[in-house]
């Protein structure tokens, strides 16, 4: 998250946020304020009046199969590099519907430790009080990612030309395959029940609604 005396940026997860707070930092030396991905339930009080609230909603299968892989790569090549990765089903799975110690067949103690509550929650509570009014002025798309920039640097002077795309320098994600077709039926089964909201959001036409409700916890991001 980024506060300025004009915006609060939120980054939900996977959603483009590390290079949009690296354009910030390098530029004009703006630093995340807090942890990374605080909500807005996590923002003073004092601070919340005045300024343009503004974030970023991902496609909902697009976001966890973002958030798997990433995740799933990294902590399969570290700890079993020989055996099969973990696939988006099971991972799925293990989130919603398993015991925590259920990944350990590919993952390592501390992997399953962080990863099974790691990014559990939809990804509208990002913008929501403790009450679970959402509270932001703006969400929009990440398909729009580029052209959001140009609206916000526009707005609020700065340039936001965003050169690369982190995620496209990783290794992993060279000639990577589309996420679709890791989401099964099973898969989008599991999404669609514990994250509706999040499709129903996306899957309205027009710009993303603000006037919903999402419930939250301390945490958010990194909470069951």
């Known amino acids: 998250m980024i506060i300025t005396d004009q915006f609060v940026y939120i980054h939900v997860m996977k959603t483009g946020g590390t290079s949009i707070h690296n354009t910030f930092e390098r530029r004009y030396g703006l630093n995340c304020f807090q942890d990374l991905h605080s909500t807005y339930r996590d923002i003073p009080k004092d601070m919340r009046d005045g300024r343009f609230v503004w974030g970023i909603?991902?496609?909902p299968i697009e976001q966890e199969a973002s958030n798997w892989r990433y995740h799933a790569h990294f902590w399969h090549r570290d700890g079993n590099p020989d055996g099969e990765m973990m696939p988006f089903e099971q991972w799925l799975e293990w989130k919603y519907i398993r015991p925590q110690e259920w990944a350990s067949k590919w993952l390592q103690p501390s992997h399953i430790d962080?990863?099974?509550?790691?990014?559990?929650?939809?990804?509208?509570?990002?913008?929501?009080?403790?009450?679970?009014?959402?509270?932001?002025?703006r969400i929009y798309r990440f398909d729009d990612l580029h052209a959001v920039m140009q609206e916000i640097g526009d707005r609020f002077g700065y340039n936001l030309d965003l050169e690369e795309h982190k995620g496209m320098v990783y290794q992993w994600s060279r000639n990577?395959?589309?996420?679709?077709?890791?989401?099964?039926?099973?898969?989008?089964?599991?999404?669609?029940?514990?994250?509706?909201?999040?499709?129903?959001l996306w899957e309205a036409?027009?710009?993303?609604?603000?006037?919903?409700?999402?419930?939250?916890?301390p945490h958010y991001a990194y909470a069951r």
């Open 57 to 59: 909603m991902r496609d």
């Open 114 to 137: 962080y990863g099974w509550s790691l990014n559990y929650r939809p990804q509208a509570g990002y913008f929501c009080d403790e009450d679970g009014i959402c509270k932001a002025d």
């Open 176 to 200: 990577k395959r589309d996420y679709a077709e890791h989401a099964t039926p099973r898969a989008i089964e599991l999404l669609r029940k514990f994250r509706a909201i999040d499709f129903e």
């Open 205 to 217: 036409d027009g710009d993303i609604r603000t006037d919903y409700v999402c419930p939250t916890v």
